[in-house]
């Protein structure tokens, strides 16, 4: 589900070495994180999907957005419905490959 901005922070990760994508997700998501919330947060798991596979689904976008990293961008385009949201989310989620660490 995107958050209440609508846009869905993702890391642009096509033909990166897994280990370097596990450390960004470990610099530029967990620790930011925790130091949000006050306590360690580790990432646990990613969820794979392409470009193309995101931008295929009615009125989605992937937007670069090279803060805080290169590979950053956003999934950008939902509707303001909230099932319409949800149900897009459904469909990128049954398409993506989990990673479990």
Not at 11 to 31: D, Q
Request: no cysteine.
């Amino acid at each position: 589900m995107p958050p209440p901005n609508l846009r869905e922070s993702v890391y642009r990760t096509t033909n990166k070495p897994s280990a370097e994508i596990w450390e960004i997700g470990e610099l530029f998501v967990a620790k930011p994180m925790s130091e949000k919330v006050g306590k360690i947060k580790t990432i646990q798991g990613r969820a794979d999907i392409t470009a193309v596979q995101i931008m295929n689904k009615k009125g989605l976008d992937v937007s670069p957005d090279t803060e805080p990293h290169p590979f950053h961008a956003n999934i950008i385009g939902w509707p303001e419905a909230k099932d319409e949201q949800k149900m897009l989310a459904v469909e990128l989620a049954n398409e993506a490959s989990l990673h479990l660490k």
